[in-house]
């Protein structure tokens, strides 16, 4: 499920609640955790679809139209059954450990990768 940060409004306070909800559950305001008050959503301008919302379409990982099915044959074998999206070759990433496994097949590095997130 996704993970939503929020920044509590007390100016003294200020601390990042986390919270974890399904997307349909999902709310823009919150309590904070740490003193009661209000705390609002935090929009990440960075990595947008990889900490608010899975599965998204990786960029990175894409392939050309013309071998998706190739590509979804191999990875299945690996034992890492992968849905793409047929005309621009962007594989489905799941999860987390779904991306984990992506990245490991592929042998990629992510640098800035988050908690649970293979870096390397
Ligand atoms: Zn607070």
Redesign the pocket.
């Known amino acids: 499920m996704p993970k939503y940060r929020y920044l ?1 409004n ?1 100016r003294r ?1 200020r ?1 990042v609640t986390v919270e974890e909800h399904s997307m349909a559950a999902h709310k823009t305001v919150t309590e ?1 955790d ?2 009661g ?1 209000v ?1 609002r959503q935090l929009y990440e301008t960075v990595r947008t679809q990889s900490s608010a919302g899975w599965p998204y379409y990786c960029d990175a990982m894409a392939v050309h139209p013309a071998q998706v099915h190739a590509e979804a044959e191999r990875l299945a074998a690996a034992g890492i059954p992968t849905q793409f999206n047929a005309r621009d070759g962007r594989p489905e990433v799941r999860d987390n450990q779904h991306r984990n496994k992506l990245l490991a097949f592929y042998g990629y590095h992510d640098k800035d990768a988050c908690y649970g997130q293979r870096s390397g």
């Open positions: 509590c007390n306070c601390k904070c740490h003193c008050s705390a």
